[in-house]
């Protein structure tokens, strides 16, 4: 079984949005279901689609993942007909130290929200941290792109 195995972090604001970065690519998707043992999650990025199917385990960090490439007419079709609560964001993507770090600015009513993962092949991998990164909130349930499409960033405060 394929896993996706990531860490997530928030983003120091200020040192971000100073940071030279490459374009960003817009991302919108939802979720035909969410709970607590499975997602299904359509995204339509700005020339793909896909359909992402991600289990639960014991460590928020690590997931069973499975996910294909659609046609993006077809990403938007059951984003518009079979989702609810959609979140939009930017993407770009920052290699730092020989690691991808994919970092994702928020829009809409999770607006001002940061939020960086990086990938990893082992749990106990090492990486260098940048100095962009704030703390790390993988264990935080709220901050998965799931909880913001139903409890959004705004509505915390």
Avoid: C
């Amino acid at each position: 079984m394929p896993l996706e195995i990531e860490k997530k972090y928030l983003v120091k604001h200020d040192l971000w949005n100073a940071l030279a970065k490459p374009k960003g690519e817009y991302y919108r998707q939802g979720y035909i279901t969410s709970d607590v043992k499975k997602t299904v999650r359509v995204r339509a990025t700005e020339n793909h689609g896909y359909i992402t199917i991600k289990g639960k385990t014991d460590n928020p960090a690590i997931k069973p993942e499975y996910e294909y490439q659609i046609p993006k007419a077809e990403a938007i079709e059951l984003l518009d007909g079979f989702t609810e609560n959609n979140i939009e964001k930017t993407r770009y993507k920052i290699d730092f130290e020989g690691k991808a770090w994919e970092i994702d600015v928020f829009h809409g009513a999770n607006e001002g929200l940061i939020v960086a993962e990086i990938e990893l092949l082992d749990i106990n991998e090492a990486y260098q941290i940048p100095e962009w990164i704030d703390q790390e909130v993988t264990h935080e349930d709220k901050y998965f792109n799931a909880s913001l499409s139903k409890f959004p960033f705004k509505d915390w405060k």
